[in-house]
């Protein structure tokens, strides 16, 4: 809520989230490379696993025993797996 209202902080969350989103599609890129992931958009692959994880943890960190990080977690890496691996 805070960045909305100064853009310092704005900068400097935007700065984290592009540098995070950079590493997730390079990971997602080396997985295409080597033929272990069929993805036609790396970069939305990235921000809909970014969204997920961020959005779980809000739920953690505002909402206590919401969601069970480890649960939810687990069943999110295996779903986005089956749904993106060739094999």
Known sequence: AL??????????IEEYFQAYRAALVAVIQE??????LEVRDPVMLATALMASIEGSLQFAATIPGF????????????LLIASISKT
């Open 31 to 36: 997985g295409i490379g080597i033929g272990e």
């Open 3 to 12: 960045a909305t209202r100064q853009t310092n902080v704005q900068i400097v």
């Open 67 to 78: 969601i069970d990080l480890r649960q939810h977690g687990s069943q999110a890496a295996h």
